[in-house]
């Protein structure tokens, strides 16, 4: 099943209701691409310039966090108030040019990525089930400018997809199913 049909077949919901929907769609693509994602395939360098799984799922997961909790919020990222650089083993998470090189020098530990993961989206998921659309008009900077919310959400539903697709090419790369379809 493709993981928008859910959404393309209700014509008639309301706008938050269609950004629940896509975020909805992103995590069921995101669970099925890292169900059985071993620490080794999530440590495997592969070849050329292409970033390990590690830095593209640790770069997702940092800024779902960011986008939600720091330039929609206003709130600190639970990145830092959750001490998780030491729980994960990564002092500098990648992202707006700086960590990439640590996460490429660092082997990690898949569980505690995936516990971080978690405090995130039940975070995301809290301020999704009470959104509104006032809160989808409502400005905050971003990207160099003001941008509505709902421009925000709609760039981490992408901006995710995206990077979860990258991860299911270096899991193909590495010989194991990447996408479930």
């Given at each position: 099943?493709?993981?928008?049909?859910?959404?393309?077949?209700?014509?008639?919901?309301?706008?938050?209701?269609?950004?629940?929907?896509?975020?909805?769609?992103?995590?069921?693509?995101?669970?099925?691409?890292?169900?059985?994602?071993?620490?080794?395939?999530?440590?495997?360098?592969?070849?050329?310039?292409?970033?390990?799984?590690?830095?593209?799922?640790?770069?997702?997961?940092?800024?779902?966090?960011?986008?939600?909790?720091?330039?929609?919020?206003?709130?600190?990222?639970?990145?830092?108030?959750?001490?998780?650089?030491?729980?994960?083993?990564?002092?500098?998470?990648?992202?707006?040019g700086k960590g990439w090189d640590e996460v490429?020098?660092?082997?990690?530990?898949?569980?505690?990525?995936?516990?971080?993961?978690?405090?995130?989206?039940?975070?995301?998921?809290?301020?999704?089930?009470?959104?509104?659309?006032?809160?989808?008009?409502?400005?905050?900077?971003?990207?160099?400018?003001?941008?509505?919310?709902?421009?925000?959400?709609?760039?981490?539903?992408?901006?995710?997809?995206?990077?979860?697709?990258?991860?299911?090419a270096l899991k193909g790369l590495q010989g194991?199913?990447?996408?479930?379809?």
């Amino acid at each position: 099943m493709c993981p928008l049909a859910d959404s393309e077949r209700k014509m008639d919901m309301n706008s938050v209701e269609y950004v629940r929907s896509q975020f909805a769609s992103m995590r069921r693509l995101s669970d099925a691409v890292l169900r059985d994602t071993t620490d080794e395939q999530l440590n495997w360098t592969p070849p050329g310039e292409a970033n390990p799984i590690r830095a593209a799922l640790v770069h997702v997961m940092v800024a779902e966090d960011r986008y939600i909790q720091g330039i929609v919020q206003g709130r600190p990222m639970i990145w830092q108030a959750g001490g998780w650089a030491e729980r994960v083993g990564l002092p500098v998470p990648p992202g707006y040019g700086k960590g990439w090189d640590e996460v490429k020098a660092t082997t990690l530990a898949l569980g505690p990525l995936l516990e971080y993961g978690s405090a995130v989206r039940t975070a995301t998921e809290e301020y999704l089930t009470a959104l509104t659309p006032e809160d989808l008009d409502r400005t905050v900077a971003f990207i160099g400018g003001e941008r509505p919310v709902a421009d925000v959400l709609a760039q981490l539903v992408v901006h995710t997809s995206g990077h979860v697709g990258e991860i299911a090419a270096l899991k193909g790369l590495q010989g194991v199913k990447g996408l479930p379809m």
